[in-house]
């Protein structure tokens, strides 16, 4: 049943499971998403969690280490901001209370409900509404979804020969057990990237060795981390406006200084490159390693071997293609995630019973991050051709809500809202041929960029742009029709 009156927050009826809106995950997403509705005064809506727990990725990455590498006072809402972050980059425990602080203040709570994974949305033509399927089988009724679940959830693991064999703990860093005690263990760490990069320092603090399998350097330009004063605290607190201009400063400083670097053959990317270089050489003690961490990778502890390739994985450690056995005690897996996997773990069904994967079969083309044509009222955030790697992704979530707010608020009750397939066009060939002009075209292989090249996963501009093209939808863009009309296609 799909209420007509609104319901106050605290009375939602849980036996009542069909809702207006239905909102996936309840990471930054979701809660933004929850927070607007409530704001427009949609309060028939529910946030379906597969976890138990708040926070999305925050949830998730536990590892020792895990810290946001943008600065805590652009990585929160800009309606909420946080004059007590303790430090300029906050720890996960950090960001996962302000999201939980969130929930409450914003009366969220009621509509969460945590540990319901969703496996199927099927959109059906005749009532014009989607079926949501759960895993144990249940089904609700939803007029609008909104998947907020994000992309890096599924840890992905390479099938090393053997690994199944190891003797020793082994862990994903998105997976971290924390019943293993690593204090004077040997420690393998598989892959030198963002994850990586926070386990490693923390394990040399404790471990007796640890040995880090790099397959590609990066880039690791000093952090330059501090903890905030109580005297800064207190005037975050006490002069919001003050707080204001700071975020603003760390916004703009991102986007005039870092944004510049994406672009091809960027003057100020090579400077930037080069500095980097020197800042690692600087930093690496060990000469004889400068050469296999070029271009990249700061290390700085004396325990930290770099070794060859893994061949295979043995009852006893990590065999590398040189016959060298490293023998270890654990092996932690910062080897990322498997987006297409994810992608697979909900069924979409939109219409003329055609799929999300059949319709993504060649590309994952999206309208502003957030509609596909033939899906009508389903919106994603943090949908390809999304990632803005200079700014904040909470300020990209927040200029995607309200994009998707206001083509919930024009929908209204009786209409489906689903964007045209020239217009979705139209966006893709300008986001494709901007992201020609990248540095992500000139030929690195990472998880962004597919086998074929195409990236569907980063946006070309700036967040500016970004913000400027979610404020206003244009709704010549969009197909509206009363929800029993069946026009919807047309
Ligand atoms: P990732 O960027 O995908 O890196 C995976 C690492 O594992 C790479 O070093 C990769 O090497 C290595 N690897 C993968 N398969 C391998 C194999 N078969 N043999 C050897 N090495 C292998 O994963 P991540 O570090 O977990 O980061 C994922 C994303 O999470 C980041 O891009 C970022 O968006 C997010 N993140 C953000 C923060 C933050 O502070 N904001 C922190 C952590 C993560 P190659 O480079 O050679 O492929």
Redesign the pocket.
Known sequence: MITNTKRKVDTIDPEVKDTDVLVIGVGFSGVCAGIKLLEKGITNFRIYNKSKGIGGTWWDNTYPGA????PSHLYCYSFEPNPNWSRIYPAQGEIKTYIEHCVTKYGLTAHIRHGEKIVKLMFDEIAGLWNVIFEDGNTVKARDVINGSGG?HVPSI?DFPGRETFKGAGMH?ARWDHSVDMHGKRIAV???????I?VIPEMAKIGKEVFV????PNYVAPRKDREYTAMEKIIFSKVPFLAKLYRWFIFMRMELLLFPVTKKNSPRGNKIGNLIKQYMRATVNDKNIHASLEPDYKLGCKRILISDE?QEINPNGILTNTGQLIEVDAIIY????DIEKHLRSVEVIGLNKKSLLETWAVNQEVYQGACIAGFPNFYLVTGPNTGVATTSVVFMIEQQVHFIMQLIKRAGREKLISVKQGAQDRYNDVIHSALKDTVWTSGS???YIREDGRISTLYPYNGRMFRKQSKNVNFNDFNIVHNNDGQVTK
């Open positions: 810290v946001c590498d943008v890096l390479p860093t598989i892959g030198a990237a963002a994850s990586a926070q399998f790099q397959r590609t893994i910062a080897t990322g995630f292989k990472s998880w």
